[in-house]
């Protein structure tokens, strides 16, 4: 199991925002019919998830662009929607 840091909430948000933003600005680099794949390490991919799912992290705080989010079944890929993509955000 992944070591935590002893971050400030706040802090973490941020750094979870930050993440989604260059996952948003890097995927339509390598796109493909409305689709991408993107890898995170670990730590980054974890960061992502908790802003997402586990911090309760106001909508307005998260990027426009992102239209919608979800992980998948449980498993290891969240899914970020956009008006042109979905992007399938996984560890490395």
């Excluded at 400030?8 to 989604?20: A, D, E, K, W």
């Excluded at 799912?53 to 498993?75: I, K, N, Q």
């Amino acid at each position: 199991m992944q070591e935590r840091t002893n971050i400030p909430p706040n802090l973490h948000r941020q750094q979870g925002v930050n993440h989604i933003n260059k996952v948003l600005g890097y995927a339509p680099m390598v796109a493909d019919g409305g689709k991408a794949e993107v890898f995170l390490t670990a730590e980054d991919w974890h960061v992502v998830a908790d802003t997402l799912f586990h911090m309760e992290t106001p909508r307005e705080e998260l990027p426009e662009a992102l239209v919608d989010f979800e992980r998948e079944g449980g498993s290891q890929v969240i899914v970020l929607t956009t008006a042109d993509l979905a992007i399938d955000v996984k560890m490395i």
